[in-house]
T-cell receptor
Framework: NAGVMQNPRHLVRRRGQEARLRCSPVKGHSHVYWYRQLPEEGLKFMVYLQKENIIDESGMPKERFSAEFPKEGPSILRIQQVVRGDSAAYFC????????????????FGPGTRLTVL | DAKTTQPTSMDCAEGRAANLPCNHSTISGNEYVYWYRQIHSQGPQYIIHGLKNNETNEMASLIITEDRKSSTLILPHATLRDTAVYYCIVSGGSNYKLTFGKGTLLTVNP
């Protein structure tokens, strides 16, 4: 099975442009999570999505950031009007199920997209 | 969320066992202990997880104390490619947000 795939692996944008990051989960996984890793810091949760639904976006900045996971196709993390502070590595993870009454299913991570804002 | 405490860094000789400790004294009954590692610039790699019993897979062993307040990840025969930051994370129940702390930088030396 192919693992989580992310593209592009590296993305350079100028301030004010839009960045679109794509994530294809493991085949058969219906839960997607996005995390951000700022330089020299640990990963921070941003958003959790299921197909066509945003379940938890408590870690997303209130402005300029949005995420979707359509019925068909990859999950997209969109950053509008990027600023230098958005420069980071963005990781997507997927899991097969979320057992609300039981253990959290294991999340498997992709290789990340490294966003550089000039 | 239960917090974890790990040493900042550890060294290990190639071919020897690497034992990485983690304290999680506030872990609750339905929370699991997960271990991930991040090799420089790559995405976190899942290693192993457990609830209260010791676990072993092809990568590592996980020893959880009886009171579940601490655990040890064991890499039985460390190689140079095991050099990475290792994260101990407590998660479970309805908590799907993985909290990555500073982790332990394991350096395997030839």
């Amino acid at each position: 099975n192919a693992g989580v795939m992310q593209n592009p692996r590296h993305l350079v944008r100028r301030r004010g442009q839009e960045a679109r990051l794509r994530c294809s989960p493991v085949k058969g996984h219906s839960h997607v999570y996005w995390y951000r890793q700022l330089p020299e810091e640990g990963l921070k949760f941003m958003v959790y999505l299921q197909k066509e639904n945003i379940i938890d976006e408590s870690g997303m900045p209130k402005e300029r950031f949005s995420a979707e996971f359509p019925k068909e196709g990859p999950s997209i993390l969109r950053i509008q009007q990027v600023v230098r502070g958005d420069s980071a590595a963005y990781f997507c993870a997927s899991s097969p199920n979320l057992g609300l009454a039981g253990p959290t299913d294991t999340q498997y991570f992709g290789p990340g997209t490294r966003l550089t804002v000039l | 969320d239960a917090k974890t405490t790990q040493p900042t860094s550890m060294d290990c000789a190639e071919g020897r066992a690497a034992n990485l400790p983690c304290n999680h004294s506030t872990i609750s009954g339905n929370e699991y202990v997960y271990w991930y590692r991040q090799i420089h610039s790559q995405g976190p790699q899942y290693i192993i997880h457990g609830l209260k019993n010791n676990e072993t897979n092809e990568m590592a062993s996980l020893i959880i104390t009886e009171d579940r307040k601490s655990s040890t990840l064991i890499l039985p025969h460390a190689t140079l490619r095991d050099t990475a930051v290792y994260y101990c994370i407590v998660s479970g129940g309805s908590n799907y947000k993985l909290t990555f702390g500073k982790g332990t930088l394991l350096t395997v030396n030839p």
